[in-house]
């Protein structure tokens, strides 16, 4: 059962627009809802999270916007770069524990300059 | 101050062999979290151990894998009788407490031939 939704795929991008991501959840009881940037040959990282107790979170050029009644939430990266390119996991748990953290399927961004 | 510390990178074993997978968490931290990436996909949860302890290991095949974490030393990834299914990137991950952010390492590409 997949408990984390994540879309697209794959994403291509012009150097200066915008990317989004968009990530769908199922279990009401998640409480985080963090996003990780992965690089090639390299762990995730993460990149910015969220609590269900706001609609939006910024931190320089990525946005979170979280819509609880509809359980959906979405990465936006303005001013999109070069470096940005990697795969995106979107991801919930229960508190902030990595402990069965549930990963989307993942986005492979690419922009493109 | 040394990341999460995993070796080796990469690992290739024939079939029937053992993996053995070593993780070194980050100083002062004493939770550690291995995960499993398919290609392709997500990551997805395996086990959680503390120090001497498994805390969580709801997400480990029932037969041929297993894990711990002792006193001293580095947690270990075991996997007996490998089969080409098992051919994944492995992460671990460690946090300072259960509900703290967990860092993750590079990860080691095992390939099963």
């Known amino acids: 059962q997949q408990q984390v939704k994540q879309s697209p795929q794959s994403l291509i991008v012009q150097k200066g627009g915008i990317s989004i991501i968009n990530c769908a959840y199922e279990?009401?009881?998640?409480?985080?809802f963090p996003w990780y940037q992965q690089f090639p040959g390299k762990g995730p990282a993460l990149l910015i999270a969220?609590?269900?107790?706001?609609s939006e979170k910024k931190e320089g050029r990525f946005t979170i916007s979280f819509n609880k009644s509809a359980k959906q939430f979405s990465l936006h990266i303005m001013d999109s770069q070069p470096g940005d390119s990697a795969t995106y996991f979107c991801?919930?748990?229960?508190?902030?524990?990595?402990?069965?953290?549930?990963f989307g399927s993942g986005t492979r961004l690419s922009i493109r300059p | 101050n040394a990341g999460v510390m995993q070796n080796p990178r990469h690992l290739v074993r024939r079939r029937g062999q053992e993996a053995r997978l070593r993780c070194s968490p980050m100083?002062?931290?004493?939770?550690v979290y291995w995960y499993r990436q398919l290609p392709e996909e997500g990551l997805k949860f395996m086990v959680y151990?503390?120090?001497?302890?498994?805390?969580?290991e709801s997400g480990m095949p029932k037969e041929r894998f297993s894990a711990e974490f002792p006193k001293e030393g580095p947690s270990i990834l075991r996997i007996q009788q490998v089969v080409r299914g098992d051919s994944a990137a492995y992460f671990c991950?460690?946090?300072?407490?259960?509900?703290?952010?967990?860092?993750f390492g590079q990860g080691t590409r095992l390939t099963v031939v």
């Open positions: 991950a460690s946090s300072p407490g259960g509900y703290t952010e967990a860092f």
């Open positions: 279990n009401t009881a998640f409480d985080y």
């Open positions: 969220i609590r269900p107790d706001v």
């Open positions: 991801a919930a748990s229960k508190g902030s524990s990595a402990s069965k953290i549930i």
């Open positions: 100083k002062g931290h004493s939770h």
């Open positions: 151990l503390q120090k001497e302890n498994i805390i969580d």
